[in-house]
Nanobody, 123 residues
Framework: QVRLVESGGGLVQAGGSLRLSCAAS????????MGWYRQAPGKERELVAT???????NYSDSVRGRFTISRDNAQDRVYLQMNDLELGDTAVYFC?????????????????WGQGTQVTVSS
């Protein structure tokens, strides 16, 4: 099974930068893609950025050009570099992994989420 742990959240002024980290453990080789999502109070969780094993990336329109998603060489950590932060970026940020488990002899697709890390942007 895969487990995800986010870190790097905190309080930052508008215009500042922050880097989030997501550490994966377990059956890392089963992961097909990973991504970052965020959820502001009273709002639905929304996509921020995704990255596939091919390193193909996708960004929401609101963060494109400001945020960068990346993965290390071992593919056990995913990062979100956030630059030029805005008040609207305030949210809990969640790491997500999607993949397929085959250890039991049957392909079993899954989604797994981390616990979230708070990002607060102040004026």
């Amino acid at each position: 099974q895969v487990r995800l742990v986010e870190s790097g959240g905190g309080l930052v002024q508008a215009g500042g930068s922050l880097r989030l980290s997501c550490a994966a453990s377990g059956s890392i080789s089963s992961i097909s893609a990973m991504g970052w999502y965020r959820q502001a109070p009273g709002k639905e969780r929304e996509l921020v950025a995704t990255i596939a094993r091919s390193n193909l990336t996708n960004y929401s329109d609101s963060v494109r050009g400001r945020f960068t998603i990346s993965r290390d060489n071992a593919q056990d950590r995913v990062y979100l570099q956030m630059n030029d932060l805005e008040l609207g970026d305030t949210a809990v940020y969640f790491c997500k992994a999607v993949g397929t488990l085959r250890s039991g002899g049957y392909p079993t697709p899954y989604n797994v989420w981390g616990q979230g890390t708070q990002v607060t942007v102040s004026s």
